[in-house]
């Protein structure tokens, strides 16, 4: 993966930006209630810069960082997790891959988005339209991923997922995922909650969080200074006695390298990977769709890939 600079960012600064990226995970009251807070300012930055995205998709793509790596406050270990959304409005969809490591990628499947006219608010629903979400989850200790469906029902990533939790895990959940842009339309805060009722928590305590969350500050403007994500839920949840119990960096990367996309070329049939190292057009150009790294082959690379797979054996 190649990451392209965020314009106006020294190097003291993106350092900065990158130790305020972290993901909390707590209970609140007496355990039972699960809880994870996010603050991705500079991984939504990167993604921004990498995927060459404007206001609109940095919002929808966005967002689907934030719920992924909220989500991924429960994996331990090589378990990953993946959100895919098809659907037929402008966004057509998007898949967003993201692990216990805290690293986090994805990609739109339109770019840009089809906008017939200014946004006047981020109402999202038009440009999904209907479709599906499908969560996956990939756990070391199951033999098969784990997969669940649901509709889109508001067009809106934070009450769609609330929505396929409860639909489909039984685990009644809320979400509040936020991005703030400036005047240029560039994030300078991002962030995002998570709060789920464990199977003894009281009606009580549910609906007090309800509300309670309903009047918390909008995240993204919040983060925009904010870097001590313990001290927000300390303040903000005092009165369920938070209790925190893991934190991991939170970070926009991708494990693809100029050898791995070598490597697809290995699975091409002889005569199509033939044609492509006689006729090219040289260098040929594949690209990532995950991260939008753009690599480069060679003639000569694609000989020695050719020799590698198809060469006869010497006799003895």
């Known amino acids: 993966m190649i990451k392209k600079k965020i314009q106006g960012v020294d190097l003291k600064a993106h350092l900065a930006a990158r130790a305020k990226d972290r993901l909390h995970h707590f209970m609140l009251a007496g355990g039972t209630i699960r809880g994870a807070v996010l603050h991705g300012t500079l991984m939504v930055r990167e993604m921004q810069a990498n995927h060459g995205l404007g206001l609109l998709e940095t919002y929808v793509l966005g967002h689907a960082y934030l719920g992924a790596g909220l989500m991924t406050a429960g994996l331990k270990g090589e378990d990953r997790i993946a959100l895919q959304i098809d659907c037929n409005g402008p966004i057509k969809g998007l898949t967003v891959q993201a692990n216990a490591f805290g690293e986090v990628r994805g990609y739109l499947k339109q770019n840009p988005i089809a906008v017939q006219a200014p946004l006047e608010r981020f109402d999202l629903a038009p440009f999904f339209g209907a479709g599906l979400l499908t969560v996956t989850r990939h756990l070391k200790s199951a033999k098969q991923p784990f997969e669940g469906r649901v509709d889109l029902r508001y067009g809106n990533l934070a009450q769609d997922l609330a929505y396929y939790y409860v639909t489909s895990e039984q685990i009644p959940t809320a979400f509040d995922l936020s991005i703030h842009f400036d005047g240029d339309g560039k994030p300078v805060g991002a962030g995002g909650l998570l709060l789920q009722a464990m199977p003894d928590a009281s ?43 893991g934190d991991r960096r939170i970070e926009f990367m991708c494990h693809c390298n100029a050898e791995r996309i070598g490597d697809m070329f290995l699975v091409l049939p002889r005569e199509e990977l033939s044609d492509i190292m006689t006729n090219g057009p040289f260098p040929v150009e594949v690209r990532c769709h995950h991260c939008n790294t753009l690599y480069r082959v060679n003639q000569q690379t694609l000989q020695k890939i050719y020799t590698q797979r198809f060469a006869t054996p010497q006799a003895k």
Do not use: H, K, M
């Not at 009047?215 to 001590?228: E, H, K, Q, V």
């Open 203 to 245: 009606p009580e305590t549910v609906a007090g969080l309800e509300t309670l969350v309903q009047s918390l500050p909008c995240l993204g403007r919040a983060f925009c200074d904010a870097s001590d994500l313990q001290q927000f839920v300390a303040t903000a949840f005092a009165q369920y006695s938070p209790n925190f119990v």
